[in-house]
């Protein structure tokens, strides 16, 4: 069974930095679009950032300049990197993968909780 496993998430104050991580196992890596979404409280999952198996890169305009996607093949570990962290940013984050080939499966991780203090 396909396993994604958040991590790093906390409470920060506005300004600061955190990093998330994902780990990815029984799943192909190397054929796998990641991605990290967040959804707050009353609000609909947004996408924050996705990363393809070629490393290519897309962001939502509002983390732009701000968040950074990566990936280690090697780990099997997608990393979001979150710097000047805005009370807006508070929400879960969840680890997503979209597997780039058919059978195009799609699988979540379980979220993990982002808060940023003003």
């Known amino acids: 069974q396909v396993q994604l496993v958040e991590s790093g998430g906390g409470l920060v104050q506005a300004g600061g930095s955190l990093r998330l991580s994902c780990a990815a196992s029984r799943i192909i890596f190397s054929i796998h679009t990641m991605g990290w979404y967040r959804q707050a409280p009353g609000k609909q999952r947004e996408l924050v950032a996705t990363?393809?198996?070629?490393?290519?890169?897309n962001y939502a305009d509002s983390v732009k300049g701000r968040f950074t996607i990566s990936r280690d093949g090697t780990k099997n570990t997608v990393y979001l990197q979150m710097n000047s962290l805005k009370p807006e940013d508070t929400a879960v984050y969840y680890c997503?993968?979209?597997?780039?080939?058919?059978?195009?499966?799609?699988?979540w991780g379980q979220g993990t909780q982002v808060t940023v203090s003003s």
């Open positions: 990363i393809t198996s070629g490393g290519n890169t």
């Open positions: 997503n993968s979209k597997r780039e080939i058919t059978p195009r499966d799609d699988y």
